[in-house]
């Protein structure tokens, strides 16, 4: 017998996969279109061949490398459920941290024009339009399947956001934003981690930033001066090894406030500074 017929329940499906409980549990879950907590509570039920097929394919693309939120199709960001593709980064925990700085610099009931530079998925924007509905947000992507993807995820949400397709400030008018905030890409073209784990899958234009890893964010750095308010703050992810480097740059290019902060893993994750003007 093979393992689709030997594989009659969700349990056994589940012990026989090869693959992390969690992982099998989420990949199962997009197979049988239900949540988790009805699968555990079901772990004993029969599942038909088809469905178990279904399932098999999955767990066999996961074996393979492949990204869990590329097949499933689905991200979890801030609390919101993201859809994503291999044209977009995968949302990850530590760039919720992004999040949480941004509303700490965007004071309750004041008006507020905040723009995302690179915004994949929508992720960032669309939570701070979650958490703050009456921000008027900008989110800009060079790349138009992301920015299709982002409209996608913002109507899942009720999320009011307007996208530009534009390379990085390029396409933006005359208008000046409180606040600017990017998850830029910043891993160094060199780096041995663009061969391992799910970066071998993700799009290198989202990723790869320069041979130092810091192109894009000294890019961003220079141009945000002419699109920030007076007092403007701009905020910006980077890699666990880049915040000194950050922290001088911004502060050579005359930000003042400027500050770096740790992720909830405890490491360097994000860089803020003010533009006065």
């Known amino acids: 017998m093979n393992a689709v017929e030997t594989a009659s ?49 999955r767990f066999a693309r996961r074996r393979a490398g492949e990204p869990v939120s590329y097949i499933t199709g689905r991200r979890e960001f801030y609390g919101l459920a993201m859809r994503v593709t291999p044209e977009v980064l995968i949302p990850r925990p530590e760039t919720e941290r992004l999040v949480e700085l941004a509303l700490e610099r965007l004071p309750l009931g004041a008006p507020a024009r905040v723009l995302e530079i690179g915004t994949g998925s929508g992720a960032i ?35 009011e956001i307007d996208f530009v397709l534009s390379d990085w400030f390029g396409a933006l008018g005359p208008e000046r934003f409180d606040l600017i905030v990017s998850n830029p890409p910043y891993v160094a073209a060199g780096d041995a981690h663009l061969e391992r784990g799910d ?15 810091l192109a894009c964010i000294r890019e961003i750095a220079v141009c945000a001066q002419n699109w920030l308010r007076p007092n403007g703050w701009l905020l910006m992810e980077h890699g666990y090894d880049q915040g000194d480097r950050c922290v001088e740059l911004f502060s050579a290019l005359g930000y ?4 770096d902060f740790h992720d909830l893993a405890g490491q360097p994750r994000a860089c803020a500074g003010v533009w006065r003007g």
């Not at 003042?256 to 500050?259: E, F, P, R, S, W």
């Open 9 to 57: 329940t969700i349990d056994g499906l589940l012990r026989e996969c090869g693959l992390p409980r969690l992982e099998a549990e989420l990949l199962l879950c997009s197979s049988l279109g239900c949540e988790r907590a009805w699968l555990i509570a079901h772990a004993e039920e029969a599942i038909d061949s088809s469905r178990a097929r279904s399932a098999h394919a």
């Open 125 to 159: 924007a669309i939570a701070l339009a979650s958490e703050r509905p009456g921000l008027a947000i900008v989110a800009t992507d060079v790349c138009e399947a992301a920015l299709a993807l982002a409209r996608w995820n913002a109507h899942d949400h009720g999320a």
């Open 199 to 213: 970066l071998r899958f993700e799009p290198r234009l989202a990723l790869v930033g320069g041979e130092d890893g």
């Open 256 to 259: 003042t406030d400027v500050a």
